[in-house]
Protein backbone atom coordinates (compact mmCIF):
# COMPACT_ATOMS: atom_id res chain seq x y z
CA UNK A 1 0.00 0.00 0.00
CA UNK A 2 1.38 3.55 -0.90
CA UNK A 3 1.40 5.31 2.40
CA UNK A 4 2.51 8.96 0.75
CA UNK A 5 -0.08 10.94 -0.72
CA UNK A 6 -0.08 12.21 -4.10
CA UNK A 7 -1.21 15.73 -3.99
CA UNK A 8 -1.52 18.33 -1.29
CA UNK A 9 -3.25 21.45 -1.19
CA UNK A 10 -0.99 24.02 1.24
CA UNK A 11 -3.04 27.12 2.46
CA UNK A 12 -1.57 30.40 3.09
CA UNK A 13 0.66 33.26 2.28
CA UNK A 14 1.71 30.53 -0.44
CA UNK A 15 3.36 28.50 1.73
CA UNK A 16 6.33 28.16 -0.27
CA UNK A 17 8.62 26.14 1.58
CA UNK A 18 6.30 23.56 2.06
CA UNK A 19 5.38 23.53 -1.18
CA UNK A 20 9.16 22.85 -2.72
CA UNK A 21 9.73 20.56 0.55
CA UNK A 22 6.47 18.53 -1.23
CA UNK A 23 8.10 18.40 -4.92
CA UNK A 24 11.47 17.10 -3.93
CA UNK A 25 9.13 14.35 -2.73
CA UNK A 26 7.21 13.88 -5.92
CA UNK A 27 4.45 14.90 -4.46
CA UNK A 28 2.07 17.43 -6.19
CA UNK A 29 0.88 20.85 -4.86
CA UNK A 30 -1.84 23.37 -5.46
CA UNK A 31 -1.09 26.54 -3.63
CA UNK A 32 -4.00 28.85 -2.03
CA UNK A 33 -3.33 32.73 -1.98
CA UNK A 34 -4.29 36.06 -2.04
CA UNK A 35 -2.25 36.45 -4.61
CA UNK A 36 -2.18 33.30 -6.68
CA UNK A 37 1.03 34.04 -7.95
CA UNK A 38 4.12 31.93 -7.49
CA UNK A 39 6.66 33.06 -4.12
CA UNK A 40 8.88 35.93 -4.89
CA UNK A 41 11.83 36.64 -2.35
CA UNK A 42 12.19 39.53 -0.73
CA UNK A 43 13.87 40.98 -3.71
CA UNK A 44 11.32 40.92 -6.13
CA UNK A 45 12.82 37.14 -7.35
CA UNK A 46 11.00 33.81 -8.37
CA UNK A 47 12.99 30.69 -7.80
CA UNK A 48 12.99 28.23 -10.13
CA UNK A 49 11.57 25.51 -8.30
CA UNK A 50 8.39 27.75 -8.24
CA UNK A 51 7.97 26.85 -11.90
CA UNK A 52 8.64 23.35 -12.77
CA UNK A 53 10.70 20.70 -10.90
CA UNK A 54 12.27 17.72 -12.66
CA UNK A 55 11.70 14.65 -9.87
CA UNK A 56 12.29 11.21 -11.06
CA UNK A 57 11.32 11.51 -14.69
CA UNK A 58 8.19 13.60 -14.00
CA UNK A 59 7.20 16.74 -14.76
CA UNK A 60 6.03 18.47 -11.06
CA UNK A 61 4.67 22.23 -11.02
CA UNK A 62 2.88 23.92 -8.48
CA UNK A 63 -0.34 24.93 -9.25
CA UNK A 64 -1.22 28.67 -7.71
CA UNK A 65 -4.57 29.21 -7.33
CA UNK A 66 -5.79 32.61 -5.67
CA UNK A 67 -8.36 32.19 -3.01
CA UNK A 68 -9.25 33.57 0.36
CA UNK A 69 -7.94 31.56 2.70
CA UNK A 70 -10.79 32.97 5.68
CA UNK A 71 -13.44 31.80 3.27
CA UNK A 72 -13.31 27.78 2.30
CA UNK A 73 -15.70 28.04 -0.23
CA UNK A 74 -13.83 30.07 -2.73
CA UNK A 75 -11.67 27.09 -3.35
CA UNK A 76 -13.90 23.84 -1.68
CA UNK A 77 -13.80 22.76 -5.30
CA UNK A 78 -10.27 21.26 -4.93
CA UNK A 79 -10.66 19.15 -2.11
CA UNK A 80 -11.60 16.21 -3.64
CA UNK A 81 -8.56 16.01 -5.79
CA UNK A 82 -6.35 16.03 -2.79
CA UNK A 83 -5.29 13.83 -0.70
CA UNK A 84 -4.21 15.99 2.46
CA UNK A 85 -4.45 19.42 3.35
CA UNK A 86 -1.35 21.89 5.14
CA UNK A 87 -2.59 24.76 6.12
CA UNK A 88 0.03 27.41 7.13
CA UNK A 89 -1.99 31.12 7.25
CA UNK A 90 -1.73 32.56 10.73
CA UNK A 91 -0.33 35.71 12.31
CA UNK A 92 2.40 36.76 15.22
CA UNK A 93 1.36 40.04 15.68
CA UNK A 94 -2.21 41.37 14.55
CA UNK A 95 0.28 44.35 12.84
CA UNK A 96 0.79 42.62 9.75
CA UNK A 97 3.80 44.84 8.49
CA UNK A 98 6.05 42.80 10.80
CA UNK A 99 6.34 39.76 8.20
CA UNK A 100 7.51 42.60 5.64
CA UNK A 101 10.09 43.89 8.86
CA UNK A 102 11.23 40.06 9.81
CA UNK A 103 12.08 39.27 5.94
CA UNK A 104 13.86 42.46 5.21
CA UNK A 105 15.69 43.01 8.31
CA UNK A 106 14.46 46.18 8.79
CA UNK A 107 14.24 46.00 12.81
CA UNK A 108 13.05 49.28 13.41
CA UNK A 109 9.80 48.54 11.30
CA UNK A 110 9.78 45.22 13.37
CA UNK A 111 9.72 47.37 16.72
CA UNK A 112 6.85 49.48 15.66
CA UNK A 113 4.72 46.16 15.34
CA UNK A 114 6.08 44.57 18.34
CA UNK A 115 5.26 47.66 20.62
CA UNK A 116 2.20 49.29 18.62
CA UNK A 117 3.04 52.42 17.58
CA UNK A 118 3.23 52.26 13.98
CA UNK A 119 0.07 53.46 11.69
CA UNK A 120 -1.45 50.07 12.17
CA UNK A 121 -1.62 51.18 15.61
CA UNK A 122 -3.95 53.95 15.27
CA UNK A 123 -7.85 52.42 17.07
CA UNK A 124 -9.35 55.16 14.49
CA UNK A 125 -7.62 53.71 11.50
CA UNK A 126 -10.75 51.61 9.41
CA UNK A 127 -9.89 47.85 8.56
CA UNK A 128 -10.77 45.49 6.38
CA UNK A 129 -13.30 42.86 8.77
CA UNK A 130 -14.51 39.52 8.24
CA UNK A 131 -18.37 39.31 9.76
CA UNK A 132 -17.20 42.09 11.97
CA UNK A 133 -13.60 40.68 13.02
CA UNK A 134 -10.51 42.37 11.75
CA UNK A 135 -9.32 40.31 9.46
CA UNK A 136 -5.89 40.38 10.70
CA UNK A 137 -6.88 39.52 14.21
CA UNK A 138 -5.56 36.68 15.90
CA UNK A 139 -8.98 35.44 16.05
CA UNK A 140 -10.01 35.80 12.51
CA UNK A 141 -5.70 33.91 10.95
CA UNK A 142 -5.45 31.92 13.93
CA UNK A 143 -8.86 30.41 14.47
CA UNK A 144 -11.67 31.93 12.74
CA UNK A 145 -12.79 32.91 9.34
CA UNK A 146 -15.53 34.80 10.39
CA UNK A 147 -16.62 31.17 12.60
CA UNK A 148 -13.22 29.73 13.00
CA UNK A 149 -11.62 29.94 9.59
CA UNK A 150 -9.23 27.12 10.56
CA UNK A 151 -11.90 24.93 11.86
CA UNK A 152 -14.04 25.98 8.48
CA UNK A 153 -11.47 24.32 5.95
CA UNK A 154 -10.83 21.47 7.77
CA UNK A 155 -14.51 20.66 7.85
CA UNK A 156 -14.95 21.44 4.45
CA UNK A 157 -11.73 18.97 3.81
CA UNK A 158 -13.81 16.34 5.88
CA UNK A 159 -16.76 16.64 3.88
CA UNK A 160 -15.53 16.04 0.79
CA UNK A 161 -15.27 12.78 -1.01
CA UNK A 162 -11.66 12.22 -2.70
CA UNK A 163 -11.93 11.08 -5.88
CA UNK A 164 -9.68 7.69 -5.11
CA UNK A 165 -6.67 9.63 -6.19
CA UNK A 166 -4.86 8.21 -3.37
CA UNK A 167 -5.37 4.99 -1.33
CA UNK A 168 -8.76 4.59 0.55
CA UNK A 169 -7.49 2.74 3.17
CA UNK A 170 -4.82 5.91 4.19
CA UNK A 171 -6.41 8.42 6.57
CA UNK A 172 -6.07 11.85 4.53
CA UNK A 173 -3.98 14.28 6.59
CA UNK A 174 -4.83 17.70 7.96
CA UNK A 175 -1.69 19.21 9.13
CA UNK A 176 -2.23 22.62 10.85
CA UNK A 177 0.84 24.77 11.56
CA UNK A 178 0.48 25.61 15.57
CA UNK A 179 3.79 27.16 17.37
CA UNK A 180 5.38 26.14 20.67
CA UNK A 181 4.59 28.64 23.61
CA UNK A 182 7.90 30.81 23.41
CA UNK A 183 6.81 34.13 22.76
CA UNK A 184 4.83 35.31 26.06
CA UNK A 185 5.18 38.00 27.26
CA UNK A 186 6.38 39.62 24.19
CA UNK A 187 4.06 38.34 21.93
CA UNK A 188 0.34 38.32 23.38
CA UNK A 189 -1.42 35.73 24.56
CA UNK A 190 -4.04 35.61 22.04
CA UNK A 191 -1.30 34.32 19.80
CA UNK A 192 -1.21 31.27 21.32
CA UNK A 193 -4.22 30.94 22.96
CA UNK A 194 -6.19 30.98 19.50
CA UNK A 195 -3.59 28.19 18.39
CA UNK A 196 -4.28 25.85 21.10
CA UNK A 197 -8.23 26.56 20.49
CA UNK A 198 -7.89 25.83 16.71
CA UNK A 199 -5.94 22.66 17.82
CA UNK A 200 -8.45 21.46 20.46
CA UNK A 201 -11.54 22.61 17.76
CA UNK A 202 -9.82 20.29 14.78
CA UNK A 203 -9.31 17.64 17.10
CA UNK A 204 -13.10 17.07 18.03
CA UNK A 205 -13.56 17.20 14.48
CA UNK A 206 -11.13 14.45 13.54
CA UNK A 207 -12.18 12.04 16.50
CA UNK A 208 -15.24 11.44 14.89
CA UNK A 209 -13.74 10.89 11.44
CA UNK A 210 -11.44 8.21 11.36
CA UNK A 211 -10.49 8.26 8.21
CA UNK A 212 -8.57 11.51 8.65
CA UNK A 213 -6.15 12.57 11.01
CA UNK A 214 -4.90 15.88 12.81
CA UNK A 215 -1.17 16.92 12.86
CA UNK A 216 -0.44 20.10 14.70
CA UNK A 217 2.59 20.94 14.03
CA UNK A 218 4.16 23.15 16.89
CA UNK A 219 8.03 24.84 15.70
CA UNK A 220 10.04 26.97 18.17
CA UNK A 221 11.66 30.13 16.92
CA UNK A 222 11.61 29.77 12.77
CA UNK A 223 14.81 30.90 11.25
CA UNK A 224 16.69 31.45 7.90
CA UNK A 225 19.38 33.79 7.50
CA UNK A 226 18.42 35.52 4.19
CA UNK A 227 13.97 35.11 4.45
CA UNK A 228 14.40 36.22 8.24
CA UNK A 229 17.80 37.65 8.69
CA UNK A 230 16.19 39.22 12.41
CA UNK A 231 15.88 35.75 13.50
CA UNK A 232 19.92 34.70 12.90
CA UNK A 233 21.06 36.27 16.08
CA UNK A 234 18.02 35.17 18.02
CA UNK A 235 17.77 31.75 17.00
CA UNK A 236 21.73 31.49 17.67
CA UNK A 237 21.58 32.57 20.97
CA UNK A 238 18.47 30.32 22.05
CA UNK A 239 20.71 27.52 20.27
CA UNK A 240 23.00 27.87 22.62
CA UNK A 241 20.93 28.29 25.77
CA UNK A 242 19.37 24.87 24.87
CA UNK A 243 22.51 22.87 24.71
CA UNK A 244 23.57 24.79 28.16
CA UNK A 245 20.44 23.43 29.35
CA UNK A 246 20.95 20.34 28.01
CA UNK A 247 24.46 19.76 29.33
CA UNK A 248 23.53 21.11 32.87
CA UNK A 249 23.02 18.11 35.90
CA UNK A 250 19.12 18.34 36.66
CA UNK A 251 20.33 18.49 40.46
CA UNK A 252 21.36 21.93 39.85
CA UNK A 253 19.19 25.21 39.08
CA UNK A 254 19.11 26.13 35.80
CA UNK A 255 17.32 29.97 34.41
CA UNK A 256 14.38 27.93 33.41
CA UNK A 257 14.10 25.95 36.47
CA UNK A 258 14.24 29.17 38.33
CA UNK A 259 12.00 30.38 36.25
CA UNK A 260 9.15 27.60 35.89
CA UNK A 261 9.20 27.76 39.70
CA UNK A 262 8.34 31.10 40.31
CA UNK A 263 5.80 30.82 37.62
CA UNK A 264 4.19 27.58 39.26
CA UNK A 265 3.41 30.72 41.84
CA UNK A 266 1.95 32.93 39.83
CA UNK A 267 -2.01 33.66 40.10
CA UNK A 268 -2.60 34.40 36.74
CA UNK A 269 -1.36 31.58 35.43
CA UNK A 270 -4.71 29.93 34.68
CA UNK A 271 -6.72 32.92 33.85
CA UNK A 272 -6.10 32.28 30.05
CA UNK A 273 -5.80 28.55 30.20
CA UNK A 274 -2.52 29.12 29.51
CA UNK A 275 0.48 28.68 32.04
CA UNK A 276 2.33 31.41 33.81
CA UNK A 277 4.34 33.64 30.96
CA UNK A 278 7.41 32.28 32.73
CA UNK A 279 7.07 29.33 32.05
CA UNK A 280 6.69 30.19 28.14
CA UNK A 281 10.08 32.19 28.46
CA UNK A 282 11.33 28.65 30.33
CA UNK A 283 10.34 27.08 26.99
CA UNK A 284 12.17 29.45 24.65
CA UNK A 285 15.41 29.24 26.76
CA UNK A 286 15.10 24.84 26.35
CA UNK A 287 13.56 24.63 23.01
CA UNK A 288 16.22 24.83 20.06
CA UNK A 289 15.51 27.17 17.06
CA UNK A 290 14.67 25.52 13.95
CA UNK A 291 15.54 25.78 10.22
CA UNK A 292 12.45 26.93 8.17
CA UNK A 293 13.79 23.94 5.73
CA UNK A 294 13.41 21.51 8.75
CA UNK A 295 9.88 22.60 9.25
CA UNK A 296 9.16 21.63 6.01
CA UNK A 297 10.95 18.38 6.02
CA UNK A 298 8.80 17.65 8.96
CA UNK A 299 5.34 18.34 7.39
CA UNK A 300 6.20 16.90 4.22
CA UNK A 301 7.43 13.64 6.51
CA UNK A 302 4.14 13.82 8.83
CA UNK A 303 1.81 13.74 5.59
CA UNK A 304 3.24 10.32 5.03
CA UNK A 305 1.03 7.85 7.30
CA UNK A 306 3.68 4.88 7.54
CA UNK A 307 5.43 7.75 9.96
CA UNK A 308 2.52 7.27 12.57
CA UNK A 309 2.31 10.66 12.77
CA UNK A 310 -0.61 12.49 14.63
CA UNK A 311 -1.79 15.17 17.33
CA UNK A 312 1.03 17.38 18.13
CA UNK A 313 4.38 17.06 17.09
CA UNK A 314 6.68 19.47 19.06
CA UNK A 315 10.04 20.46 18.02
CA UNK A 316 12.13 17.15 18.98
CA UNK A 317 9.54 15.27 17.23
CA UNK A 318 9.93 16.99 14.27
CA UNK A 319 13.27 16.27 14.82
CA UNK A 320 13.04 12.82 14.96
CA UNK A 321 10.55 12.96 11.47
CA UNK A 322 13.39 14.08 9.85
CA UNK A 323 15.98 11.86 11.12
CA UNK A 324 17.66 13.70 13.87
CA UNK A 325 19.03 11.50 16.75
CA UNK A 326 19.15 12.72 20.29
CA UNK A 327 22.52 12.60 20.70
CA UNK A 328 23.98 14.90 17.34
CA UNK A 329 26.00 17.68 17.89
CA UNK A 330 23.33 20.81 17.83
CA UNK A 331 25.96 22.99 16.55
CA UNK A 332 24.81 21.23 13.77
CA UNK A 333 21.80 23.04 13.27
CA UNK A 334 22.62 26.36 12.68
CA UNK A 335 23.02 26.03 8.65
CA UNK A 336 22.36 29.65 7.08
CA UNK A 337 20.60 29.16 4.07
CA UNK A 338 18.31 27.27 1.32
CA UNK A 339 19.97 25.82 -1.62
Known sequence: MNTTVKKILVIGG?????????????????????????????????????????????????????????????????????????HTLGTLLEDGAYKEAIRTGDVPAFLKSLIGIGKDSNPLRKRGTNNGVER????????????????????????????????????????????EDIFRPVIPAGYIQTKREAERRIEEMMAHHPSYRGVYIRPSLVYHAHLRPLTTPIATLL???????????????TPSSILRSIGQ????????????????IANALTLPPI?????????????????GVQGVVGVHRMRELIGWKADDDKTEELHSAIS
Open 14 to 86: NGFIVCRAALLKGIEVTSISSSGKPYRTPKGHSPAWTTKVIEEAYLLHVDWQKGDALNPTTFAHLFPEVGGVV
Open 136 to 179: GSYETLNRDSGMWPTVRVCEEFINSSPNGTDSPDVPRPFVYLSA
Open 239 to 253: DLSAVIHKKVPRTLP
Open 265 to 280: TSTSASESGLSSPLDS
Open 291 to 307: HVDQVAAAVVAALDSSS
